[in-house]
């Protein structure tokens, strides 16, 4: 293959892996708004499928660059923290796959890339407390994490975990709003609340203080139910 046509190539598997981005999430506009979302909170109407693009970007990263191909250089001490090349190693790909990903496919489809790739790490809270990876079968890690979030950030996450039935009309509603990128100013005051901070907000209201039984959301699996309670109850 020429170097003109192995340009193409690299060029076209970029390309292809933007768009099977799009495909995980559903759609161009719900890309744009999630493509450099990591840095924050998890997004309130697209949990779903952030926390989606997040796990394809971690299974592009290991299938691409496995543990042999590359290095990271610590930026947090750890050999005076003890933390652990593993934890070290982690907090790597979580940076790369959502502060840098642009390099990462970039070099995913470098020809003359080399034997051993340096990737830069910011070994922080935002790996230890992931809040876009979530594994049911650890409930106190998932109980630990959602102490890191507000409430009603919180109770979205579960019910985007441990749900077994559609969201509400209005959660429906406010996605499309927001996937439009539909100005917001005409709406009641109340409504831009829930679109900026999801359905279960009170200005200064803890998980210790509860959710009234209205509030309560009605799509939750029996494990979603406990998970609810001993998360309100902690």
Not at 17 to 43: H, M, W, Y
Not at 97 to 112: G, P, R, Y
Not at 202 to 214: S, Y
Request: glycine share 4%; with cysteine.
């Amino acid at each position: 293959m020429s170097s003109r046509d192995m340009k193409d190539y690299n060029a076209r598997e970029r390309l292809r892996a933007v768009c099977d981005q799009i495909r995980v999430v559903g759609s161009v506009k719900i890309f744009n708004r999630l493509e450099n979302s990591f840095t924050g909170p998890p997004d309130i109407y697209f949990m779903k499928e952030q926390f989606a693009l997040y796990k394809w970007r971690k299974q592009f990263f290991l299938t691409h660059f496995p543990e042999d191909t590359w290095s990271t250089d610590c930026n947090f001490g750890c050999g005076n923290t003890g933390s652990s090349s593993e934890n070290h190693r982690m907090s790597a790909i979580h940076y790369n796959i959502t502060e840098n990903f642009d390099q990462v496919l970039k070099l995913a489809f470098e020809d003359s890339r080399p034997d051993l790739l340096d990737f830069p790490t910011d070994y922080s809270a935002s790996c230890l407390f992931n809040k876009f990876e979530w594994d049911k079968e650890k409930e106190q890690e998932v109980l630990q994490k959602l102490t890191t979030v507000d409430l009603s950030t919180a109770v979205h996450i579960i019910c985007v975990l441990y749900n077994c039935s559609p969201p509400s009309l209005l959660q429906v509603a406010m996605r499309r709003v927001l996937e439009l990128g539909l100005s917001l100013d005409s709406l009641p005051k109340e409504l831009q609340v829930v679109a900026e901070r999801g359905l279960y907000y009170i200005a200064g209201r803890e998980a210790v203080d509860g959710l009234d039984q209205k509030e309560r959301p009605r799509c939750l699996t029996s494990e979603g139910e406990k998970i609810l309670n001993m998360f309100l109850s902690q």
